[in-house]
Each structure stands twice: as structure tokens, then as C-alpha cells.
């Protein structure tokens, strides 16, 4: 019979232990869900001893210190390459993360510009790369960024959803990590013709794989005002869904971005405009995560990624807003929990068998300095699982 993890009230009097240096906590990590004698980590990771662990986050920082200074020795990028280079959000904490995954096949599922698969694969010489993504410019820009690391990187095009096949496809075999960078990159934005921006005029597309065939316009033009409000109240929870909706179907067809935004602005009541940024901020997003369907592909590729992690193997994800942290959230517990229902604190009687735990039970946020240099941070939420042993028969 297995024993879920519990805690002790703080009401009790209880003060947390010192941690050790090897443990996770020396990286800022706590958790509530560890499970009993679970070991240190240089046990759960051979061959990669702590002194390695430190060193490879002192070559992490020191790489990203040094970076500018070093831009003269690297290959010059092409035009579209150079559209791609933007600063990944939350690199030090993502480095922390994944430096403690062993050595082996590392999944980064959102490779797009190269920039935190850079990193890793500079901080972490024993590891490979396996980048996927979406949208083709994003992979060449990304196979131009990596390639001064050889055959330990491997680039697919691919969505979530075919996460598994791809990497059957390619005899990759259990991961040592993962990394999710959801959302839209800030070059997609960038690029008005895209037509993910709603502050600059575009066409209605939003399409992350420009081959497929549904695109923002057929949305706009195509759903009924209830279907709308729909997309806008759950993709994006958009406190004015209905006022929205009805807007934009008296108002079609709509083939430009910026028509839609001043739509937006004008259907949103004014006291409602004075805060939380633009008014078609929410709308904006909840149309793109319709048009890539962004939240089913999540959790499918999220299921297959965490059940392909090796033991002591760790994931990571970058999620931008509440409907992608839920999912996230969610599978990482059921993950945790093994999917128990049974009563808080008591034995587990319903057989469940987690299969993994969490360093830290709530979500970790950019640093301040971060928020201030790069705005397109500040809604990160960096999450972060481990694999351990399945306990129990199959």
C-alpha cells in the first residue's frame, strides 16, 4: 500500500530543515510532494556528481554574461535567422531546471528561434536535441542558430499532437528532458504579415503552420456569434465575450487585423478599456489559440511528453496565460498523484501509482530585472516535473 506525500501545518510549530547542497532547494525549489527517501540527487543522476552540477550552472551564467562579447566569433545568421533572435524568456531558471535531467535525448517541443536549446546544449555537452515546431521559417532559423553543434541536434516539423510519432520515427528512445515554451513567439508578432499583431495592420491568418488550411479570417467571418463568445469566454476569459461577438458578426466580413482591433476597442465598454492593456489584447489571443487549436494539442503533447521521461528525467514549461497554466497544472498533478482520489492525508487505497514529483509546487515567475528588460516575460509561469521509479505492478 503506498502512502501519498502529506504535510504538516504550519500552525504546528513545524520550521523546515536545511536542506542539503546537492538538494533541489539549493536551487530555490521546494516541494510538498517529494516522496519518502527518495535519495539526493547525485544518487537519482549517475555520473553527474554535483561539482558538474554546479559547474554546469556557472558555465550557463557566465555563457549568458559573455554573450555580446562573443557574437564576433559565431557564424553570422541570415536575415530570416536574425528575425528569429529574441531573448528566451525565463533562460537561467530553464537552465536550473534541466541541469538536473541526466544525460541523454532532451525534447524541446517549441524549439522556434534556437534560443534556450542554445543554451542547454552549450551548458550541457553530454545531451542531444531533439527540436520540433510548428512553423517552417521558425526551424530554419533555428537550424542556422544550432548548427555549430552538429549531429547532436536533430529539427522535425511537427505539432503536439504528433509528438510521439515523430520521435518513433526517428528511434529516439526515453527523454531526459523537455522543455514547452507555449504562446507566440515575439518574431510571429513581429512580423505584421503574420497577423498575430493587434497593433499592427495585417491579414487575418494567426496561423503558426502557414500549410494549414484554417486561418483567423475563417474564425472572424465563419463562426456564429454564440460559437465566438465561446472561443473568446474560453480561450481567453474575455469579461465582455458577448458584447464582442456581436460586434464582429454585425460588422462582417472583416479581412485586417487592424479593423478588428478598433472593432475590439470600440465593443469593450470604457471603463473597461482603462485597464489591463489594449482592449484587443484578450480577443487577439483567444482567436489565435482557436485557429492553432494551442489548448488541445497541449495536453495530448504534454501526456506524451511526461510519459516518455526516463526516471530522475525532468520537464519544463513556459506557459503565458491561465488557460495554458490549468492545463499544465493539471497534468503535472495527475502526473504527481498518479490521478488518486482518494481523502488528503490518508493512505491511497485506489491503487493509483504517481509518476512523478513536483520540485515545487507552485509555479516560478521571471525575476524583476527580467520583467523590467524584456515586458514580454511578465505573464511567464515556469513549471517543472520530475520522473521517478513507477512503484507498484503495471
Known amino acids: 500500500m503506498q502512502?501519498?506525500?502529506?504535510?504538516v501545518p504550519r500552525s504546528a510549530g513545524w520550521e523546515a530543515p536545511t536542506p542539503p547542497a546537492c538538494h533541489p532547494a539549493w536551487l530555490g525549489e521546494t516541494s510538498r510532494w517529494a516522496l519518502a527517501a527518495r535519495g539526493t540527487v547525485e544518487g537519482r543522476i549517475a555520473g553527474f556528481p554535483t561539482n558538474a552540477f554546479r559547474s554546469c550552472l556557472g558555465l550557463a551564467k557566465r555563457?549568458?554574461?559573455?554573450?555580446?562579447?562573443?557574437?564576433?566569433?559565431?557564424?553570422?545568421?541570415?536575415?530570416?535567422a536574425q528575425a528569429f533572435q529574441h531573448e528566451p524568456v525565463m533562460a537561467t531558471e530553464?537552465?536550473?531546471?534541466?541541469?538536473?535531467?541526466?544525460?541523454?535525448p532532451v525534447l524541446d517541443a517549441t524549439v522556434g528561434g534556437g534560443?534556450?536549446?542554445?543554451?542547454?546544449?552549450e551548458c550541457r555537452p553530454e545531451v542531444t536535441l531533439v527540436g520540433l515546431d510548428?512553423?517552417?521559417a521558425a526551424l530554419r532559423a533555428s537550424g542556422e542558430k544550432l548548427a555549430p553543434f552538429g549531429d547532436r541536434?536533430?529539427?522535425?516539423?511537427?505539432?503536439?499532437?504528433?509528438?510521439?510519432?515523430?520521435?518513433?520515427?526517428?528511434?529516439v528512445g526515453p527523454l531526459s528532458g523537455f522543455l514547452f515554451d507555449l504562446g507566440v513567439s515575439s518574431p510571429q508578432i513581429d512580423l505584421a504579415e503574420r497577423g498575430f499583431s493587434y497593433q499592427k495592420a495585417g491579414p487575418l491568418?494567426?496561423?503558426?503552420?502557414?500549410q494549414q488550411a484554417m486561418s483567423a479570417e475563417d474564425v472572424v467571418n465563419g463562426y456564429s456569434e454564440v460559437e465566438l463568445a465561446r472561443v473568446f469566454a474560453e480561450n481567453a476569459d474575455e469579461p465582455n465575450a458577448g458584447r464582442i461577438a456581436k460586434a464582429i458578426v454585425q460588422a462582417r466580413p472583416l479581412y485586417d487585423t487592424e479593423t478588428l482591433s478598433e472593432l475590439v476597442r470600440a465593443a469593450v465598454p470604457v471603463r473597461a478599456r482603462r485597464r489591463g492593456g489594449h482592449p484587443a489584447k484578450r480577443a487577439f489571443q483567444a482567436i489565435r489559440i482557436e485557429v492553432n487549436d494551442e489548448l488541445g494539442q497541449l495536453s495530448s503533447g504534454l501526456y506524451e511528453a511526461i510519459e516518455r521521461l526516463r526516471p530522475g528525467g525532468r520537464g519544463a514549461v513556459l506557459s503565458y496565460h491561465s488557460g495554458e497554466d490549468r492545463i499544465v497544472k493539471d497534468r503535472f498533478d495527475r502526473a504527481a498523484t498518479g490521478g488518486c482520489k482518494c481523502p488528503p492525508r490518508l493512505p491511497c487505497v485506489c491503487g493509483a501509482r504517481p509518476l512523478a514529483f513536483l520540485p515545487r509546487r507552485s509555479g516560478r515567475t521571471p525575476r524583476p530585472?527580467?520583467?523590467?528588460?524584456?515586458?514580454?516575460s511578465i505573464s511567464a509561469r515556469l513549471r517543472v516535473l520530475e520522473r521517478i521509479e513507477t512503484l507498484g505492478p503495471a
Not at 530553464?94 to 541523454?104: H, I, K, S
Not at 530585472?369 to 514580454?376: F, G, I, L
Open 3 to 7: 502512502v501519498r506525500p502529506s504535510t
Open 153 to 171: 541536434v536533430t529539427l522535425k516539423r511537427s505539432a503536439f499532437a504528433d509528438l510521439g510519432k515523430v520521435l518513433d520515427s526517428i528511434d
Open 94 to 104: 530553464v537552465l536550473e531546471a534541466l541541469a538536473l535531467c541526466p544525460p541523454g
Open 115 to 121: 534560443g534556450h536549446a542554445f543554451r542547454l546544449l
Open 205 to 210: 491568418d494567426m496561423r503558426m503552420d502557414p
Open 134 to 136: 510548428r512553423d517552417g
Open 63 to 80: 555563457a549568458m554574461a559573455d554573450r555580446s562579447a562573443n557574437k564576433k566569433e559565431r557564424p553570422e545568421l541570415s536575415r530570416a
Open 369 to 376: 530585472e527580467e520583467m523590467k528588460r524584456n515586458s514580454r
